[in-house]
Nanobody, 127 residues
């Protein structure tokens, strides 16, 4: 099983990016796929997550109202579209996956025992 992130890059404040998490070795039928980020000197922070069996989503406060997480089963991808980016959104963004739906009873991005992690894609937002 592999998770590979892509779509990061440099963007000006107010811009948008769509990150992709390409999965291999799993079928996105009943998984929880989450996005996290980590900036230099800071801890890991939950950004968004998707319960793939029923498309329930959760978002972290840093992106709530400005981001959307979706999936494309045919491409085995989970996307994170972020709009109105701010300089404080600069970080390395990771996706992670755990079997089963895990977020129906929570209101934010949970720190689950994820089975698989990607290597990350860097997002840099400049003013």
């Amino acid at each position: 099983v592999q998770l590979v992130e892509s779509g990061g890059g440099s963007v000006q404040s107010g811009g948008s990016l769509r990150l992709s998490c390409t999965t291999s070795g799993i079928v996105l039928d009943d998984w929880t796929v989450s996005w996290f980020r980590q900036a230099p000197g800071k801890g890991r922070e939950g950004v968004a997550c998707l319960q793939t069996n029923d498309m329930v989503t959760r978002y972290g406060d840093s992106v709530k109202g400005r981001s959307t997480v979706t999936k494309d089963d045919a491409k085995n991808k989970v996307y994170l579209k972020m709009n109105s980016l701010k300089t404080e959104n600069t970080a390395n963004y990771y996706c992670a996956a755990v079997r089963g739906g895990r977020i129906s009873a929570v209101v934010s991005v949970p720190a689950l025992p994820y089975d698989y992690w990607g290597q990350g894609t860097q997002v840099t937002v400049s003013s």
